[in-house]
Structure formats: C-alpha cells, structure tokens
C-alpha cells in the first residue's frame, strides 16, 4: 500500500479515514443486532412447533373419543368436523381445532 508522509494510505485523510471507522462500527452494530433477533426468531419458531405438536396430540386423542362417542350418525359430528382428514396448512389446522373446541 503507498501512503504518504503522514503515514496515512494515499488518498484519503485522517477525517475520511474517521469517518470510516465510524461506519464500519455502526455496520458490526447492526449486523450483531440483526444476528441476535434472527436468534430469537428461531427460538421462537421452534417454541411455536413443539406447542403445536404437543396440542396435536392431546387433540388427536379426544378427536378420537369423540368419534366413538358420537358415532358417524350424528348431527354433532359435522357441526364439530370430526370427520375427514385432518388438515396439515396451520389456517386449515386451527379451523379443524377451533371448530372442535
């Protein structure tokens, strides 16, 4: 690298040079925060997928009572959707679930 006299790289002065500096912290700032919410979005997600495993099943099991108990003839059956496939896209799950509680 050439630099001159003042020791400084050719080209630039102690103020660009500053101000360069003051730039390059204010990115390792942001790339540190953007880091840290991306490591809570994924703590998050993972929260929100074993909560809706853990729901899955209790909601299986007491889906599964309450076929028996209602039987395919009643009424109720369809107004609680109990039967059919039971929905995988979380919009279609939570109206299957909602409906039944």
């Not at 108990?69 to 995988?88: C, T, W």
Request: hydrophobic residues 40%.
């Amino acid at each position: 690298m050439l630099s001159t006299a003042a020791g400084l790289p050719c080209g630039y002065n102690r103020r660009v040079l500053q101000e360069g500096k003051v730039l390059l912290r204010k990115a390792e700032m942001i790339i540190s925060r953007q880091n840290e919410e991306c490591g809570l979005q994924k703590e998050a997600t993972r929260k929100l997928v074993q909560a809706r495993s853990d729901l899955h099943k209790l909601y299986i099991t007491h889906l599964a009572i309450a076929r028996i108990a209602l039987g395919e003839s009643s009424g109720h059956a369809d107004v609680l959707r109990l039967q059919g496939n039971r929905k995988k896209d979380m919009t279609g799950w939570l109206v299957q679930v909602n409906g039944f509680l």
